[in-house]
């Protein structure tokens, strides 16, 4: 009869092993699952956040610093007729302020200022637009395409898609 009871036990004792390994499967899941959720709704948080890091403030200094840098190259431009390949190349090397990224020379002399940050540049950069007249007056046009106007500067109200 102990036999009996011990081989009675072994189909309860495998059974009872499985279901342990079922319900630890289970929850292990359910952690992974969970923490896709929390993982996913960080980084909505993450890109929010980045997107709320740009500020009109941030915004107002990469414009202070793309003047500066649309004075020289308004200077170069009047001297040679073209506009140079870089801002190097015209010996502007004034460190950038802590929220811009990167100021750029595109090659019809538009100034492209990208703010720190994450997530796509279209969502944190403005562009200044030189226009010359006639009588070859300078103009700057601050431009966009996606940022959100909230964190623009005040200037740049002029909505582009043309990048």
């Known amino acids: 009869m102990a036999d009996s009871n011990q081989t009675e036990g072994k189909p309860k004792s495998k059974f009872t092993t499985f279901r342990i390994v079922l319900i630890v ?10 923490g896709r959720e929390a993982d ?3 980084t909505e948080r993450g890109y929010a956040n980045a997107v709320a890091q740009v500020t009109n403030e941030g915004a107002n200094e990469g414009l202070i610093h793309a003047k500066a840098a649309a004075m020289v190259l308004e200077s170069h431009y009047k001297q ?12 502007f090397d ?10 750029r020379v595109e090659a019809d002399g538009t100034l492209r200022v ?3 940050g994450s997530g796509r540049q279209d969502l944190r950069s403005f562009r200044l637009r030189p226009q010359i007249d006639a009588a070859g007056k300078f ?25």
């Open 25 to 34: 499967m289970g929850v292990s899941a359910l952690f992974r699952i969970v």
């Open 40 to 42: 996913r709704a960080s």
């Open 80 to 91: 040679h007729s073209n506009f140079p390949d870089s801002l190097a190349a015209v010996d």
């Open 94 to 103: 004034r460190p950038l302020p802590e929220t811009v990224q990167s100021i």
């Open 114 to 116: 990208v703010l720190m």
């Open 139 to 163: 103009t700057w046009a601050c431009v966009y395409e996606e940022m959100p106007a909230g964190t623009l500067p005040a200037e740049c109200s002029r909505r582009t898609n043309d990048g």
